[in-house]
């Protein structure tokens, strides 16, 4: 049997159709459009899933079921999108808007708890039942499977780590809080942290790397100042990672999975990364007698929307 | 069937037998005498077993399991203590040494985690499928209970809550980090906190509770100062509730467990903390529409131990 996940983006509708460990046969996409009625863009969806099947050489009596990742607040007992703060999309039904096109089981879930089961099923946490994966973009987000299942709570609500808190009055976030992981630990978070440290230290070499335009300045930049030998942009890089590490080291003390994934632009600096995250995090952790989770660079990249919502299925 | 629990101390062994919801038939307990060899201690737990079950007028063979909850780092799977600072146990094979007095199935788990399966068969969190028990005591200790079963992570060592960092660079834990939930919201730190103010405000109630005997603040006097309408009492009871609800709402956030129990003594203040906690939490939560964490007194008390180490069997 072949699975349908579409990943429901603000941009763009991706679909995919996989097979049964969630490698992908055929796939397609078309922008979101997103200020339509979620009617209009339900149908798109199962269209442009009917073709992603026809273009596979498959049937629909092939295919097991259409799972649907998506930023906001999914309630998969309901099947509806219950908000997304990217799409016009209150409690939309979207199982039943879907179903009117095609006659098969319908699963939702949140776009971070996607790219989780994605990373467990085909990625970097393939072949172990607990991991966590955590994506450092615009904000923190983060899915756990524990016994290859999504974790979400009595309520569909859970592991949303990057609004606990580590620095209790510390910045403010999106949310509301101050002091939460997201604040500290994102692209935004670095870039704002970049952007500071310049300003007071205009003769960084981050200042020259963006010409003094501190506008320019993106998640890399800090990183590539270090890698000059810069001092202002080490220093950015570690207390970055320092923050990354302390909220790393929560996860692990609260779930210990047996893999921890960190996806995300910043994993591009990869070992310049991963070496000091690691270090910290390994004198940090509180329970050192026992086996210690593994950190990796996820793998699925752009599939994991995908991957992961056709794998809601399984 | 029955099922024995032992609740392993550092001061007693208490032994109960219990009906399969946890109620209790009949109990005993021993003293400890912790500088003893395992394989004492052992014996005395199974002795005590033994005459508890003939205590309570049954037999061995109405006896399904034997469930120990003890401090420390226990591993069900290979039936050892790891390692408990209480005791002198170091890899000590705690199920052999049982199984050469009583032919029954051990399971072993940390007091933590028994505590909360306690309260999730028996107590606060009783008919909820999804619960988190924290005891605010000595330490911040915390059990995860998912879909009825103790929560523990690939390794066992899960759910360490209280030593996840609320304070980035804050005060030290035991543990060796610092700024972890435990430093701020356990009995100990709300007494280091109480002595602080209470030097810093020589004109405090506090001070006039202790008479003016810093050493003898526990963590009932700046509830009863606040209580007095003593403005230093007050303001430390409100900085340590905010403490207590930071890793609350972590917490949330995180497992979004369907009841949050808490117990330790700090709870015998009742709605003088419960009120204030639970305002700070319903404003920071992440997810508010959805259904919420109801928060609660764990309600076990000196029982836990026996009760949730019986219900390892069930």
Same mark, same amino acid.
């Given at each position: 049997?072949?699975?349908?996940?579409?990943? %429901?983006?603000?941009?763009?509708?991706?679909?995919?159709?996989?097979?049964?460990?969630?490698?992908?046969?055929?796939?397609?996409?078309?922008? +979101?459009?997103?200020?339509?009625?979620?009617?209009?863009?339900?149908?798109?969806?199962? *269209?442009? +899933?009917?073709?992603?099947?026809?273009?596979?050489?498959?049937? %629909?009596?092939?295919?097991?079921?259409?799972? &649907?990742?998506?930023? $906001?607040?999914?309630?998969?007992?309901?099947?509806? %999108?219950?908000?997304?703060?990217?799409?016009? #999309?209150?409690?939309?039904?979207?199982?039943?808007?879907?179903?009117?096109?095609?006659?098969?089981?319908?699963?939702?879930?949140?776009?971070?708890?996607?790219?989780? %089961?994605?990373?467990?099923?085909?990625?970097?946490?393939?072949?172990?039942?607990?991991?966590?994966?955590?994506?450092? $973009?615009? =904000?923190? =987000?983060?899915?756990?499977?524990?016994?290859?299942?999504?974790?979400?709570?009595?309520?569909?609500?859970?592991?949303?780590?990057?609004?606990?808190? &580590?620095?209790?009055?510390?910045?403010?976030?999106?949310?509301?809080?101050?002091?939460c992981w997201e604040a500290y630990a994102s692209a935004t978070a670095l870039?704002?942290?970049?952007?500071?440290?310049?300003?007071?230290?205009?003769?960084?070499?981050?200042?020259?790397?963006?010409?003094?335009?501190?506008?320019?300045?993106?998640?890399?930049?800090?990183?590539?100042?270090?890698?000059?030998?810069?001092?202002?942009?080490?220093?950015?890089?570690?207390?970055? &990672?320092?923050?990354?590490?302390?909220?790393?080291?929560?996860?692990?003390?609260?779930?210990?999975?047996?893999?921890?994934?960190?996806?995300?632009?910043?994993?591009?600096?990869?070992?310049?990364?991963?070496?000091?995250?690691?270090? #910290?995090?390994?004198?940090?952790?509180?329970?050192?007698?026992?086996?210690?989770?593994?950190?990796?660079?996820?793998? *699925?990249?752009?599939?994991? $929307?995908?991957?992961?919502?056709? *794998?809601?299925?399984?």
């Open positions: 049997m072949y699975y349908i996940g579409i990943d %429901l983006g603000g941009t763009n509708i991706a679909v995919g159709l996989t097979d049964k460990n969630g490698g992908i046969i055929c796939k397609d996409s078309v922008p +979101t459009l997103r200020e339509r009625e979620y009617a209009e863009i339900i149908k798109d969806m199962a *269209m442009l +899933t009917l073709k992603v099947i026809k273009d596979a050489g498959k049937s %629909l009596d092939e295919v097991k079921s259409i799972g &649907i990742g998506s930023p $906001g607040t999914p309630d998969n007992e309901n099947g509806i %999108l219950i908000y997304s703060n990217n799409l016009r #999309f209150r409690n939309a039904p979207v199982r039943s808007e879907m179903q009117k096109y095609i006659d098969l089981p319908v699963y939702l879930d949140n776009d971070a708890n996607v790219a989780a %089961l994605a990373e467990s099923v085909a990625g970097a946490a393939k072949g172990f039942r607990h991991s966590a994966t955590v994506t450092l $973009g615009t =904000g923190v =987000g983060s899915g756990i499977i524990i016994d290859g299942k999504v974790y979400s709570g009595f309520n569909n609500a859970a592991s949303e780590l990057g609004h606990t808190v &580590i620095v209790s009055d510390g910045e403010p976030c999106t949310c509301g809080r101050k002091g870039i704002r942290q970049t952007k500071e440290a310049a300003a007071h230290n205009p003769e960084s070499a981050i200042n020259k790397i963006v010409n003094g335009d501190l506008s320019k300045i993106d998640a890399k930049t800090s990183f590539d100042a270090a890698r000059q030998g810069d001092e202002t942009g080490s220093r950015v890089v570690s207390q970055y &990672i320092k923050y990354v590490g302390e909220g790393i080291v929560n996860v692990i003390n609260a779930f210990q999975p047996e893999i921890l994934a960190i996806g995300g632009g910043v994993c591009k600096e990869g070992e310049y990364l991963l070496k000091p995250l690691r270090e #910290f995090v390994d004198k940090a952790v509180y329970s050192r007698d026992v086996a210690q989770t593994q950190i990796r660079v996820a793998q *699925m990249g752009n599939d994991a $929307g995908i991957v992961g919502a056709a *794998m809601l299925g399984k």
